[in-house]
């Protein structure tokens, strides 16, 4: 069976959400910190932080409670765009099949679905 990725968005970090109520090990939740991400408008730093230690303790308690998590951290590689650290993963975890929660943000949502056509 080809493992699915459950890719996980910085502002996805619901641990009520249905995909959280049973683990699997045909599942793997991916988190990204990427630059390309942290960068494509100015944040404060302290607000950078805030979402990746929050991504960090998240991926954490998933791992606590059994679930499959893979983690890119900001410093993992220079790649800095989402499409080569997920292309990464799927190579790791040896799947194609990707799917996400409804992003927040439009531009997202568009950059997401042009990953999968």
């Known amino acids: 069976m080809n493992p699915t990725i459950r890719l996980v968005l910085g502002d996805q970090l619901n ?3 249905s995909w959280y109520t049973t683990t699997s090990k045909n ?3 991916v988190f990204i910190e ?3 991400e942290a960068s494509y408008a100015p ?3 302290q607000k950078v932080v805030g979402i990746f230690t929050s991504m960090r303790d998240f991926a954490q308690r998933l791992r606590d409670q059994g679930h499959q998590v893979w983690y890119h951290h900001i ?3 220079t790649a ?3 499409s080569s650290i997920l292309y990464s993963a799927c ?3 040896g799947s194609s099949s990707v799917v996400c929660q409804e992003p927040d943000e439009y531009r997202v949502k568009q ?3 042009k990953l999968n056509s």
Do not use: F, G, R, V
């Open 15 to 17: 641990p009520l959400h």
């Open 27 to 29: 599942i793997t939740y």
């Open 34 to 36: 990427c630059k390309e």
């Open 43 to 45: 944040h404060h730093i």
């Open 75 to 77: 410093l993992d590689s």
């Open 80 to 82: 800095a765009e989402l």
């Open 91 to 93: 190579q790791e975890i």
């Open 111 to 113: 950059y997401l679905q």
